[in-house]
């Protein structure tokens, strides 16, 4: 992997979830399906990944096909995705 660059993060799909995620405060599995384009199970698998890093953390209201799942960038996750951003600014910029 290019220096800086998470691999956590890179993958198309959670870079844009965390990007949506650094520009909201919260952001619903709901919304985030939508906006992203992707399956239930896609999704589910992309943001637990994000979790198991420690990048966003969820929270479930209620039960059964009525619950909702609502994701929050961490603290950890915000200077993840800050760094990743800045080592692809520096990627695409180039050396010069």
């Known amino acids: 992997m290019i220096r800086g660059l998470d691999p956590v993060i890179h ?3 959670r870079l844009a979830a965390m990007a949506v995620l650094a520009n909201a405060p ?6 985030l399906k939508e906006f992203l384009e992707v399956s239930d199970s896609d999704l589910s698998k ?5 979790e198991a890093a420690g ?3 969820a929270t479930k209201d209620g039960r059964g096909r009525g619950a909702t799942t609502t994701y929050k960038l961490t603290r950890t996750g915000q200077t993840a995705y ?5 080592a692809l600014r520096a990627l695409l ?4």
């Not at 919260?26 to 919304?31: K, L, Q």
């Open 11 to 13: 993958a198309p799909k």
């Open 26 to 31: 919260t952001a619903s599995f709901r919304f």
């Open 46 to 50: 992309h943001m637990s990944a994000l």
């Open 55 to 57: 990048y966003v953390s």
């Open 82 to 86: 800050n760094a990743h951003r800045d």
């Open 93 to 96: 910029d180039g050396p010069l």
